[in-house]
């Protein structure tokens, strides 16, 4: 069964900080994985996604990368800003028993302090 | 476009009435998903829809619960009874046509639903 973690759970950072956050996942049969934010009180912003067949995607100031064989991804964020805090989760497509089973993770929640 | 509209945005009731959930899908999107969030249990998929037609539904807790899409522009979640443990924040969310999860998800504000 499929299991995703994130760390860390909660994080906090002077404004301009770059940073990391991950994911991982037990098993690397997947088909993709996504990154989304999430802030307060509302849904779900996707960010980036991630083919099984690619290592990397970039937006802007945000680059994912996946290692299947490891089961990670990591989110990097640069120059980091208080607009930036929020809840980023991760989810990962299995491929195994169909396309149709996203897990998410549980989320690193971010603070940019000014 | 509104983006994806959800209906009611908070909802208290007691247990054991029936609580009727709606969702307006982005105008062309195909895929129509009802996610439900927690702090126990996290974002989980409870089911999705394909061109109004049930896909896969898998996710969904119980009996009690049942969805419906009755058009391309309506989706209805009901529980029915409803107990506490069915308190949570219900999404939906839409996305275009093509391979699924390979086009961007479009979420709506969801719905806090508070069972007593």
């Known amino acids: 069964k499929q299991e995703v973690t994130q760390i860390p759970a909660a994080l906090s950072v002077p404004e301009g900080e770059n940073l990391v956050l991950n994911c991982s996942f037990t098993?690397?049969?997947?088909?993709?994985l996504q990154w989304f934010r999430q802030d307060p009180g509302k849904g779900l912003t996707s960010l980036l996604l991630?083919?099984?067949?690619?290592r990397e995607q970039t937006s802007g100031r945000l680059n994912a990368s996946l290692d299947k064989s490891s089961g990670r991804s990591t989110l990097y964020i640069a120059a980091s800003q208080p607009g930036d805090s929020a809840t980023y989760l991760c989810?990962?497509?299995?491929?195994?028993?169909?396309?149709?089973?996203?897990?998410f993770g549980p989320g690193t929640s971010l603070s940019v302090i000014p | 476009d509104a983006g994806v509209i959800q209906s009611p945005r908070h909802e208290v009731t007691e247990m054991g009435q029936e609580v009727t959930l709606r969702c307006k899908p982005i105008?062309?999107?195909?895929?129509l998903f009802w996610y439900r969030q927690t702090m126990m249990r996290g974002l989980e998929l409870l089911i999705y829809?394909?061109?109004?037609?049930?896909?896969?539904d898998s996710g969904m807790p119980e009996d009690r619960f049942s969805a419906k899409m009755p058009n391309a522009s309506f989706s209805t979640l009901k529980i029915q009874p409803s107990e506490p443990r069915d308190s949570a924040v219900y999404f939906c969310?839409?996305?275009?046509?093509?391979?699924?999860?390979?086009?961007?998800?479009?979420f709506g504000p969801g719905t806090r639903l508070l069972v007593l």
């Open positions: 969310a839409s996305s275009l046509a093509g391979r699924l999860y390979q086009e961007t998800q479009y």
């Open positions: 098993d690397s049969a997947i088909y993709n």
């Open positions: 991630i083919q099984s067949s690619q």
């Open positions: 989810a990962v497509v299995g491929l195994k028993t169909s396309y149709d089973k996203v897990i």
């Open positions: 105008s062309g999107h195909d895929y």
């Open positions: 829809f394909n061109n109004n037609v049930p896909i896969d």
